[in-house]
């Protein structure tokens, strides 16, 4: 069973940048693809961006493929999201996942929040 970690998380201001980070354990890092996801209060989880075991990367939208980059090192079995110009409907917890073998996210890190304020 996979266990993820996410660090990197915080309060900032508008138009900042954070860099949030996901430790996995216990499979193979570099056999599965990897995903954020984020929850803001009130709402459904959401998906933000994913990245494949091969480094194809995919985001939501367009506007938050502007702002926002996903990338991964399987040297430190580590996936970060780096996020840009940050705004306040950024503000969610952020969710790492990890692909099973059906393709399906089976496996969620406990979230760290993401408070950006104007």
């Known amino acids: 069973q996979v266990q993820l970690v996410e660090s990197g998380g915080g309060t900032v201001q508008a138009g900042d940048s954070l860099r949030l980070s996901c430790v996995a354990s216990?499979?193979?890092?570099?056999?599965?693809?990897m995903g954020w996801f984020r929850q803001a209060p009130g709402k459904e989880r959401e998906f933000v961006a994913e990245?494949?075991?091969?480094?194809?990367?995919?985001y939501s939208s367009e506007s938050l493929k502007d702002r926002f980059t996903v990338s991964r090192d399987n040297a430190k079995n580590t996936v970060y999201l780096q996020m840009n110009s940050l705004k306040p409907e950024d503000t969610a917890v952020y969710y790492c996942?990890?692909?099973?073998?059906?393709?399906?996210?089976?496996?969620w890190g406990q979230g760290t929040q993401v408070t950006v304020s104007s």
């Open positions: 996942a990890a692909e099973g073998t059906s393709g399906a996210y089976d496996a």
């Open positions: 216990g499979r193979t890092f570099s056999a599965y693809g």
């Open positions: 990245i494949s075991r091969g480094g194809v990367t995919k």
